[in-house]
Structures are given as structure tokens and as C-alpha cells.
T-cell receptor, first 115, second 117 residues
Framework: SQKIEQNSEALNIQEGKTATLTCNYT??????LQWYRQDPGRGPVFLLLIRENEKEKRKERLKVTFDTTLKQSLFHITASQPADSATYLC??????????????FGKGTKLSVKP | GAGVSQSPSNKVTEKGKDVELRCDPI?????LYWYRQSLGQGLEFLIYFQGNSAPDKSGLPSDRFSAERTGGSVSTLTIQRTQQEDSAVYLCASSPGTSGLAKNIQYFGAGTRLSVL
């Protein structure tokens, strides 16, 4: 069956460092991958989308890579700040059809950035 | 506002009672999703509506759960004879559902926190 794993439930880093979150998947061939941020008491918020034929995507301090051979995506936050503390979810998607509205979510990694 | 709206934000009910949760998607979005999120857990897919197509109900955990979407807009998730294990945050999301990969970007509401006593 399809499986998505985010490397750890929690990640603690020091302010100013680069945070790296991992999303691995098996038994799936996604057409694209998305990353979301979720703050306590709120719904997830979309951050970035990367297509299967793209190696890397950047947005301000965020960078996402997508390796379809390793079946892995890495999510980087450079120069991290305490305000980056949140839970980050990866989601795999199909281009066409499929159940679950074409998107399957990982369980998320809770990032804590200490000042 | 222009975002996804869910009501109520909190609902406390007694075991065995029925509850209705409401979702107002972003205007013009053709796709609507319901998820359940238990404390410290990921998003559990429940049901998906896309335009006038038959909904994908493959995630509904039991026949006590049902959902409808009227006029292609507002959706109601109904849980009958609630059980304590139904306690969770119920999240609704909508997406444009039109062409291109951006159609699958999901915009979430803040959720309804359901507590079954």
C-alpha cells in the first residue's frame, strides 16, 4: 500500500540554522508534491508545489527538492526564525483522477526553532 | 472573508447524539474535501466532492458518517450516534479544480473541534 513518511515527529534547531525536513514515500508515483504549514488550532496553509520533472523549487527562505529515484523530498528553511516554528506536512499528488482528491498527506514534522 | 469558513468552531456533544458540521468553501472552487485530525496525528481523508461528479466516500470510517454538498457550494458533514472516538478536529478544504496543477492546491478552514462526552 502507499506509504508516506516524514523523517521525525519533531525537530528542534537553533535560530539562524537551516532546518531540513524529509518526506519519503513508497509504492507511489506522484506527479507532484506539496508542502504545507500548520499552526496550532489552524488548518494547513499551502507553501510550495514541485512537479516530478523539477529538481528544486525556491521561495524566499524556503527550498524544496524532489528526487523521484530516491522517492524523497527535502524541505529546507534557511536562516530559521522562531516564527518558523510549526508543523510541516508533505502531500503527494496525482495529475489525473485518483481517490482522496488526488492528494495524500504525511503525518507532519513539528519544527521548533529556539532563540 | 474570502477563505474557507467552518462552523461551529467548537462542538461539545453527548455520546449518541447526532452532529452537523458546516463548510463554506472559497467561492468558485469546484473541489471540496473533508479530513479528520486527531491530536498529534496527520490528516485522515474522509470524503471528496468534485463538481457534479459522484463524491469519493472511500475515507468515511463508518456508515454513521455522511456528507452532502448542496448546489456545488456549501457542504455539511453529519455524524450520527456519535461515539467518543469521533472526538477530533474536522477540517474542510477546497481547491479550484480547474486546469493545471494549481487546481489541486488545497485551502483549509480552521476546523471544527468536536468533543464527544
Amino acid at each position: 500500500s502507499q506509504k508516506i513518511e516524514q523523517n521525525s515527529e519533531a525537530l528542534n534547531i537553533q535560530e539562524g540554522k537551516t532546518a531540513t525536513l524529509t518526506c519519503n514515500y513508497t509504492n507511489y508515483s506522484p506527479a507532484y508534491l506539496q508542502w504545507y504549514r500548520q499552526d496550532p488550532g489552524r488548518g494547513p496553509v499551502f507553501l510550495l508545489l514541485i512537479r516530478e520533472n523539477e529538481k528544486e523549487k525556491r521561495k524566499e527562505r524556503l527550498k524544496v527538492t524532489f528526487d523521484t529515484t530516491l522517492k524523497q523530498s527535502l524541505f529546507h528553511i534557511t536562516a530559521s526564525q522562531p516564527a518558523d516554528s510549526a508543523t510541516y506536512l508533505c502531500a503527494l499528488g496525482r495529475a489525473y483522477g485518483g481517490s482522496q482528491g488526488n492528494l495524500i498527506f504525511g503525518k507532519g514534522t513539528k519544527l521548533s526553532v529556539k532563540p | 472573508g474570502a477563505g474557507v469558513s467552518q462552523s461551529p468552531s467548537n462542538k461539545v456533544t453527548e455520546k449518541g447524539k447526532d452532529v452537523e458540521l458546516r463548510c463554506d468553501p472559497i467561492s468558485g472552487h469546484t473541489a471540496l474535501y473533508w479530513y479528520r485530525q486527531s491530536l498529534g496525528q496527520g490528516l485522515e481523508f474522509l470524503i471528496y466532492f468534485q463538481g457534479n461528479s459522484a463524491p469519493d466516500k472511500s475515507g468515511l470510517p463508518s456508515d454513521r458518517f455522511s456528507a452532502e454538498r448542496t448546489g456545488g457550494s456549501v457542504s455539511t458533514l453529519t455524524i450520527q450516534r456519535t461515539q467518543q472516538e469521533d472526538s477530533a478536529v474536522y477540517l474542510c478544504a477546497s481547491s479550484p479544480g480547474t486546469s493545471g496543477l494549481a487546481k489541486n492546491i488545497q485551502y483549509f478552514g480552521a476546523g471544527t473541534r468536536l468533543s464527544v462526552l
